[in-house]
């Protein structure tokens, strides 16, 4: 699928980094170092602009290495950029941790998966159909 892209940013496009990578990598694109303090949350630019088709969007989720490592998540996981969106994408991080952490220019901070979607369209029904699990919900089956 080719997909159209503006790259502001001082950085290379986003690339799968194997044959089978769901993800692309998104890199900071900021003028200097910025840093979070313990539960502080930033908006973090990718200088990126993309032109979606209709159907699809871009999911933009954490990265594990910066989870587990540092405790750096994005706010808004999956954060999701419509296929009418033409604004820079940026990133919602969050840092979890309990030490400040420092983003650099060009640090790998999110991951964005492009994805199929469909719009629903609902049906207003009296009743829904029976199933084994019913209303049965969070623990329902004792594990």
Request: charged share 20%; aromatic share 4%; no cysteine.
């Amino acid at each position: 699928m080719k997909i159209r892209i503006v790259n502001k940013s001082k950085h290379p496009l986003p690339q799968y980094e194997t044959e089978a990578s769901a993800g692309m990598d998104l890199r900071a694109n900021i003028d200097e170092p910025v840093q979070m303090a313990p539960l502080q949350r930033i908006l973090i630019p990718t200088g990126l602009f993309i032109e979606l088709p209709v159907g699809y969007e871009a999911q933009v989720r954490p990265r594990s290495g910066l989870a587990i490592k540092h405790g750096i998540g994005v706010l808004n996981s999956p954060g999701t950029i419509d296929a009418d969106y033409r604004g820079e994408i940026r990133v919602i991080l969050v840092n979890l941790s309990n030490e400040t952490y420092t983003v650099k220019d060009g640090d790998r901070i999110a991951q964005m998966i492009i994805s199929a979607h469909v719009q629903a369209q609902w049906e207003k029904v009296e009743v829904l159909s029976e199933t084994q699990r019913g209303a049965g919900g969070f623990g329902h089956t004792g594990k």
